[in-house]
């Protein structure tokens, strides 16, 4: 009995010598087995991220590169927005003009109407001031017709009818015509119109000589010219003409 409890005390003394080997083997040779292990998987570090980018690639997944394209779309999103909103004012702002442009243009027509009735009212105006005027004149004329129908003095019909006339000129007068002053005076081209010349050696070139039809201005503006005829130098008396081969006679005189 003490033999075989010898022997198993002997083998398991074995057993633990042979396990504590392997453990010491193990843990001196461990750095060199990490080592080695390292140097082999370096290889396949460098392969298989490549390996697993063309994967995704292929399978239709976005690479590292296209992560930047979501950022990019927002970007282009962000300044398509900027677009519409600028085009938007631009359009609101086109539409305000538009509007001011025709408010513009009908306040214009209103005020051209306005203008042009003015205009018509202040010559209607204008037109009825000078009438006013003048049917005094016509009404003395018309009494001054009757009375020469009845009169058997022509004197006194010819007196009435100057004071007709009399009054026809002092309304002018009121009203800024004047009569332009034409016989006797040098010829004007601005104011007189020669209707004839007329050789006389009494008055100097270029005076009126005669008014035919008068002329007037209101104001500064010429309404009619007086037609006049004015004087020109006479020809100058032509000298005795001699013949060339007329001599006189010496015994002419005796």
Known sequence: MGGVGDC?????????????????????????????LQEAAK?????????????????????????????????AGEAEAHVEDALEVAR??????????LRIAADFDNF???????TEDAARRAKEDILRELLPVFDNLERAVGHAEQATDAAAVATGVKIVLKQFVDTLGKLGV???AALG???????????????????????????????????????RASMVVVAKAPP?????????????????SS
């Open 43 to 75: 290889p396949a570090a460098e392969t298989i991220p490549a390996q697993a980018a063309a994967a995704k690639e292929g399978a239709g997944e976005p690479a590292a590169g296209a992560a930047e394209e979501p950022e990019a779309v927002g970007v």
């Open 8 to 36: 198993a005390a002997a083998c398991s003394w074995l057993d633990s010598t042979a396990v504590m080997s392997e453990e010491k083997l193990v843990q001196e040779n461990a750095p060199a087995a990490n080592e080695t």
């Open 236 to 252: 100058a008396p032509a000298a005795p003409e001699t013949g060339a081969g007329e001599t006189a006679d010496p015994g002419a």
């Open 92 to 101: 609101a702002e086109a539409r305000r003009v538009r509007e001011q442009m």
């Open 185 to 223: 005076a040098a010829f004007d081209p601005n104011v007189h119109e020669a209707i004839q010349q007329l050789e006389s050696a009494d008055a100097s070139p270029g005076t009126v000589l005669a008014e035919v039809v008068p002329g007037y201005q209101w104001g500064e503006r010429l309404l």
């Open 178 to 180: 004047v009569r332009i």
């Open 112 to 118: 051209r109407k306005r203008a042009r009735r003015e």
